[in-house]
């Protein structure tokens, strides 16, 4: 079973950064598209950004100019460099990855931008 392990959020002031990984292991097949979602209580989980294969990326425009979004292909992991970070950036970020045949999810990761 393919296992998707997100790291690196936690608490930051408005205006600092963080950056998130997402290391993917045991995908059985060739990995198409990346992306980075995020979720508050209350609310859908929202499309952050995506990366395809081919490496054309996509943004919220909430996060355009702000967020990057990368990936290693070799090593599987996905990484989202969030700076500038504002009190509503604040969600639990979620790791998606999607193969010909499927769809994995990461367990989340929270991020908190309170002062």
């Known amino acids: 079973q393919a296992q998707l392990v997100e790291s690196g959020g936690g608490l930051v002031q408005p205006g600092e950064s963080l950056r998130l990984s997402c290391a993917a292991s045991?995908?059985?097949?060739?990995?198409?598209?990346m992306a980075w979602y995020r979720q508050v209580p209350g609310k859908q989980r929202e499309l952050v950004a995506s990366?395809?294969?081919?490496?054309?990326?996509d943004y919220a425009d909430s996060v355009n100019g702000r967020f990057t979004i990368s990936r290693d292909n070799v090593a599987n992991t996905l990484y989202l460099q969030m700076n500038s970070l504002k009190p509503e950036d604040t969600a639990v970020y979620y790791c998606?990855?999607?193969?010909?045949?499927?769809?994995?999810w990461g367990q989340g990761t929270q991020v908190t931008v309170s002062s």
């Open positions: 045991r995908v059985a097949s060739e990995i198409n598209q």
């Open positions: 998606r990855v999607v193969t010909w045949t499927n769809m994995y």
């Open positions: 990366i395809e294969n081919s490496g054309a990326k």
